[in-house]
Nanobody, 123 residues
Framework: QVQLVESGGGSVQAGGSLRLSCAAS???????MAWFRQAPGKEREFVAG????????VYADAVKARFTISRDNAKNTVYLQMNSLKPEDTAVYSC?????????????????WGQGTQVTVSS
């Protein structure tokens, strides 16, 4: 059983930056990790994912070149650095963990989820 707790959300103006953190109760090195987001009235969508070792990352087209996912397995923590934020990035951001080797880009395979942290970007 892994418990995930997100932090770092908040309100920023367009063009600003935020860094989200996802702290795990267990060893994150055993899991592929990802960030998802869900805006009001919309379905949850994949944002970014990272392999167990951190050697492989994958991003949604909407965030490529603006967001960076990273991990520190010694601290059991995964990060999402978000730069050049846009109003359309406003959502609840959640981290997720999957025991598979390949990073899924869909929510279904993920075994554990955090509660989420709100990110609001104003124009």
């Amino acid at each position: 059983q892994v418990q995930l707790v997100e932090s770092g959300g908040g309100s920023v103006q367009a063009g600003g930056s935020l860094r989200l953190s996802c702290a795990a109760s267990g060893r994150t090195s055993s899991y592929s990790m990802a960030w998802f987001r869900q805006a009001p009235g919309k379905e949850r969508e994949f944002v970014a994912g990272i392999s167990r070792s951190g050697s492989s990352t994958v991003y949604a087209d909407a965030v490529k070149a603006r967001f960076t996912i990273s991990r520190d397995n010694a601290k059991n923590t995964v990060y999402l650095q978000m730069n050049s934020l846009k109003p359309e990035d406003t959502a609840v951001y959640s981290c997720a963990a999957d025991q598979g080797i390949i990073v899924p880009i869909y929510a279904g395979p993920y075994d554990y989820w955090g509660q989420g942290t709100q990110v609001t970007v104003s124009s």
